[in-house]
T-cell receptor, first 112, second 114 residues
Framework: DVKVTQSSRYLVKRTGEKVFLECVQD?????MFWYRQDPGLGLRLIYF???????EKGDIPEGYSVSREKKERFSLILESASTNQTSMYLC???????????FGDGTRLSIL | AQSVSQHNHHVILSEAASLELGCNYS??????LFWYVQYPGQHLQLLLK??????LVKGIKGFEAEFIKSKFSFNLRKPSVQWSDTAEYFC????????????FGKGTTLSVSS
C-alpha cells in the first residue's frame, strides 16, 4: 500500500511566520501535489511537481512556494503566513497520469 | 482550463434509498475520471476510476459510475445506501497526459439516516 505521510496533523502558527509543511511518500512516485481543502470549496491545487526540482503552479499558488530536492519529499512553504491561509492542507502522490492520487491524512493549519 | 462541477452540495437520504450524484467536467481531450470519498475524520480514499474501456465502472462498497463522453459526465450511483455511506464525495478529473494534476469538484456531502 502506498503511504503518504504528512509531518503534522495539527499546526498553529502566528501571522507573518514562515511555515513549512512536509510530505513524504514511500512508493517512488514521480508526481507529488499540494492541495488545500476548505468547506464548500472542495480541494484546490496549490502546486505540484512531476520530478525532482521541478514544480508547476496550480490554481492558487499565491503566498506559497514548494521544494522538491528528493523524489520522496515535497515541502510546502508559506512565506509569510496570513490568517486566510488557515485551512486543511493535503499532500498526494501518483505514479503515471492515469493512476489515482494517494493522499496523506492532512495537516490542519491555524494561523493566529 | 479544466473544471469539474458537482451538481449537489448536500444530499440527504434514508437507508435503502438509491443514490445518484452528478458530475460534469469541461475538457476537450482524453481524460481520466475519479470519484473519491472522505469519511468524517479520515483521509480521502479512492472509490473508483475510469481511464478507458467499459464506460460503466464498478468501485468499492457497491458504488458504480458511468462515463458518458457526449455529456462530459461521470455520475456516481449506488442502488441502496447505508448509514455508513455518510461522507463527502468528490469527483475529480485530469487530462490523460504527463505532468497534469487532478482537478476536483467542490464535493457533495451525503447524509444517510437510519
Amino acid at each position: 500500500d502506498v503511504k503518504v505521510t504528512q509531518s503534522s496533523r495539527y499546526l498553529v502558527k502566528r501571522t507573518g511566520e514562515k511555515v513549512f509543511l512536509e510530505c513524504v511518500q514511500d512508493m517512488d512516485h514521480e508526481n507529488m501535489f499540494w492541495y488545500r481543502q476548505d468547506p464548500g470549496l472542495g480541494l484546490r491545487l496549490i502546486y505540484f511537481s512531476y520530478d525532482v526540482k521541478m514544480k508547476e503552479k496550480g490554481d492558487i499558488p499565491e503566498g506559497y512556494s514548494v521544494s522538491r530536492e528528493k523524489k520522496e519529499r515535497f515541502s510546502l512553504i508559506l512565506e509569510s503566513a496570513s490568517t486566510n491561509q488557515t485551512s486543511m492542507y493535503l499532500c498526494a502522490s501518483r505514479d503515471k497520469s492515469h493512476q489515482p492520487q494517494h493522499f496523506g491524512d492532512g495537516t490542519r493549519l491555524s494561523i493566529l | 482550463a479544466q473544471s469539474v462541477s458537482q451538481h449537489n452540495h448536500h444530499v440527504i437520504l434514508s437507508e435503502a434509498a438509491s443514490l445518484e450524484l452528478g458530475c460534469n467536467y469541461s475538457y476537450g481531450g482524453t481524460v481520466n475520471l475519479f470519484w473519491y470519498v472522505q469519511y468524517p475524520g479520515q483521509h480521502l480514499q479512492l472509490l473508483l476510476k475510469y481511464f478507458s474501456g467499459d464506460p460503466l465502472v464498478k468501485g468499492i462498497k457497491g458504488f458504480e459510475a458511468e462515463f458518458i463522453k457526449s455529456k462530459f459526465s461521470f455520475n456516481l450511483r449506488k442502488p441502496s445506501v447505508q448509514w455508513s455511506d455518510t461522507a463527502e464525495y468528490f469527483c475529480a478529473v485530469n487530462a490523460n497526459q504527463a505532468g497534469t494534476a487532478l482537478i476536483f469538484g467542490k464535493g457533495t456531502t451525503l447524509s444517510v439516516s437510519s
